[in-house]
């Protein structure tokens, strides 16, 4: 059975930093692309940043590039999302997910997680 676990959320200060890190167990993890993605409250969810299956292809959003980078480890089956900067704006519960494919970015997703809370005080 396929699972994906968030960790690393929290409370921080403005222009502070968080590293959340997605771990998969129960699929052949180097086969999917991942994508971290946010939805804060009152707003629609949205892609934050993704990686291909690799780890060579990548995709960060505007919104957070120059802040946000996106890591894999394929041997440890986990990815990623070193946030610097971080703004008031960048509060939401923070999801990745995986897809079977190449490519960074998909319009579906196999699998989600449960999501981790990102708060960033102003």
């Known amino acids: 059975q396929a699972r994906l676990v968030e960790s690393g959320g929290g409370l921080v200060q403005a222009g502070g930093s968080l590293r959340l890190s997605c771990t998969a167990s129960?699929?052949?993890?180097?086969?999917?692309?991942v994508g971290w993605f946010r939805q804060a409250p009152g707003k629609e969810r949205e892609i934050a940043a993704a990686?291909?299956?690799?780890?060579?292809?990548?995709y960060i959003a505007d919104s957070v590039k120059g802040r946000f980078t996106i890591f894999r480890d394929n041997a440890k089956n986990t990815v990623d999302l070193q946030m610097n900067s971080l703004e008031p704006e960048d509060t939401a519960v923070y999801y990745c997910?995986?897809?079977?494919?190449?490519?960074?970015?998909?319009?579906?997703?196999?699998?989600w997680g449960q999501g981790t809370q990102v708060t960033v005080s102003s």
């Open positions: 997910a995986a897809w079977l494919g190449a490519g960074a970015v998909s319009r579906r997703y196999d699998y």
């Open positions: 129960g699929l052949t993890f180097s086969r999917y692309g």
């Open positions: 990686i291909g299956r690799s780890g060579l292809d990548t």
